[in-house]
């Protein structure tokens, strides 16, 4: 039996996610079994065990009393209860207690952050959307200001080191250059936590932060209090924006993000500030850094070319010039596009699809490889020509000297040695060129 919490988050995952039975039982821990008899249930309903009698239900409301006054201990209790002639064992009691006593609510610092200091950025996720033949898990970008609540928001179509650095940059674009970027524990931004030392980064990112000025502030493990902002940020576009939007594609959720962010979720009044964050970013403007250079956000892998001349890119292929084909070459991966170099030369460029199973040709590609068939065409064709007679280059010679269409001429004599055979048409051909008839007739 599973209990409430569970349950809803196999729901969020299987309905908001689309995540398999499988990558939710991985994701939380519990068998895959548990997760296929609870997606699909409407709601939650707690398996009642016969009620059982005990010898402590006589004495439940005077515990109760006792706890009202006192935070006493389960010994102290028992001894009361003791006197009062209670038989029953002191585990029951025990048992008994933890679940009735008053349990302090937690309490948290206000964290206070002065204008420009900081940004809190997070990933969300929310369902699927169909892209061309397939579906592809959506996720948004969210940072926020932590100073005027300023919020930016951008939707992709994965997680990956390439579209988060780019994220950031369009943020930074639209908003400035936070001196700390507060981040969760996503791999793209901390690789790890070792026991007692300080989060390992990962690289790119920091390279990235030093570009562009801000320090890296890593949240604790399993404490989300501590990036509260971009968590209520997150949980605010979920239950205002995305609450009951069913996008059937792609392309139209980021500009109707923008007008959202225009519209609606920067010029609210804020429950705590108690303004708008759009008043107060033009405050805090002029305390964040201005853009420095962009940097280049793609990834960089080596990757193999086919002999068909493709390389495989998220399940889809892209054309390369056919010099290429069989070799090795260096992937450069963008958000929205990817470029192939072989040491410091651009091969290749293409937009970047997020479909599966495409084939993106070029085709100055297939131009190229064209051209080079026919090439490899008329060389063997002039080779068999050549071969006919030890006059045969002189006569090509005269033959192009009388501009003719020497190709045409050419390859009609060498016919003609498939039908008469090539001593004959050898033969033909020295007396040709004796009598100076250059011509296939």
């Given amino acids: 039996m599973i209990d409430y919490q569970t349950y809803c988050a196999i729901r969020e995952a299987h309905e908001r996610e689309g995540l398999s ?25 707690q398996r009642k065990a ?11 409301g005077a515990i109760l009393r006792l706890l009202e006054n006192h935070p006493y201990s389960a010994v102290q209790i028992m001894t009361r209860l003791r006197e009062d002639g209670y038989a029953g064992s002191y585990t029951i009691l025990k048992e008994f207690i933890r679940t009735v006593r008053p349990q302090p609510a937690p309490a948290f610092l206000t964290l206070q952050f002065a204008p420009g200091q900081c940004a809190q950025v997070d990933w969300g996720s929310w369902g699927s959307v169909q892209v061309g033949n397939t579906r592809r898990q959506l996720s948004f970008f969210a940072l926020v200001l932590a100073w005027s609540r300023m919020l930016y928001v951008e939707f992709t179509l994965g997680q990956s080191q390439e579209q988060f650095l780019s994220c950031h940059e369009h943020a930074f674009a639209g908003l400035g250059v936070p001196f700390e970027i507060w981040v969760d524990n996503c791999k793209t931004a901390v690789l790890s936590h070792p026991n007692g030392g300080p989060p390992v980064f990962n690289p790119r990112y920091l390279d990235f932060a030093r570009h562009y000025g801000f320090t890296i502030k890593a949240c604790g493990r399993h404490h989300p209090q501590g990036k509260g902002r971009i968590e209520h940020a997150v949980g605010y576009v979920k239950g205002n924006f995305l609450a009951g939007l069913e996008p059937k594609e792609f392309a139209p959720i980021n500009p109707a993000a923008c007008l959202w962010l225009d519209g609606v979720a920067n010029v609210r009044f804020h429950g705590e500030t108690k303004r708008r964050p759009l008043d107060l970013f033009a405050e805090e403007r002029t305390f964040l850094q201005p853009l420095p250079a962009p940097y280049d956000c793609g990834t ?48 290749a460029e293409h937009p970047r699809s997020y479909e599966r199973g495409r084939d993106f040709e070029n085709p100055d590609h297939v131009r190229e490889l064209l051209r080079q068939r026919a090439h490899a065409r008329h060389e063997r064709l002039l080779l068999n020509f050549l071969r006919l007679s030890s006059q045969a280059q002189a006569y090509h010679d005269q033959l192009a000297e009388r501009r003719f269409n020497v190709r045409h001429h050419v390859q009609k004599i060498v016919a003609l040695s498939e039908i008469y055979g090539p001593e004959a048409t050898g033969q033909a051909l020295d007396n040709a060129h004796a009598l100076g008839a250059y011509s296939c007739d």
């Fill in 300 to 347: 960089v892998r080596p990757v193999h070319v086919t002999n068909r001349c493709r390389v495989v890119v998220d399940a889809n292929r892209y054309s390369v010039p056919p010099r290429y084909a069989s070799r090795t070459l260096t992937l450069k991966l963008y958000a929205d596009r990817l470029r192939l170099f072989e040491r410091e030369t651009l091969v």
């Fill in 21 to 45: 039975t499988r990558q939710i039982a991985a994701k939380l821990g519990v068998h895959p079994e548990t997760v296929a008899k609870w997606a699909h249930r409407s709601r939650y309903e």
């Fill in 50 to 60: 016969p009620p059982r009698g005990s010898k402590l239900d006589a004495y439940k």
